[in-house]
């Protein structure tokens, strides 16, 4: 078989194959990274507008004492005579803040 060539256009067909498949992949895997950076970057933006729309809390309130039962117990103490109408009024005004 004279007109045949041997090896080469198969070689060459091989080679040519190998160079697409390279710079496919090498372009696909650069689109990746840049719809990666482009999503990240919506959500980071995305974030950022929730937090600036979310009201900031408010610090929780100090907790009251409770004036009732010290009152009540002053009452007692002045019904059964243990202190004096003007040591109630005293104390009273002190734990009200008056």
């Known amino acids: 078989m004279p007109g045949r060539r041997r090896g080469r256009p198969l070689a060459r ?7 697409v498949a390279g ?3 090498a372009v696909h895997h650069h689109q990746e990274q840049k719809y990666a950076a482009q999503d990240q970057a919506a959500s980071d933006e995305q974030m950022a507008a929730q937090q600036a729309a979310a009201p ?3 610090p929780a309130a100090p907790a009251e004492p409770d004036y009732t039962a010290e009152l ?3 009452a007692e103490l002045k019904a059964q005579g243990v202190i004096t109408d ?3 009024e005293a104390k009273k005004k002190q ?4």
Do not use: C, D, R, S
């Open 72 to 74: 009540e117990k002053l």
């Open 95 to 98: 734990i009200l803040g008056i």
């Open 23 to 25: 710079t496919a992949g």
């Open 86 to 88: 003007e040591e109630f």
């Open 56 to 58: 900031a809390e408010a």
């Open 13 to 19: 067909a091989a080679v040519g194959t190998a160079v």
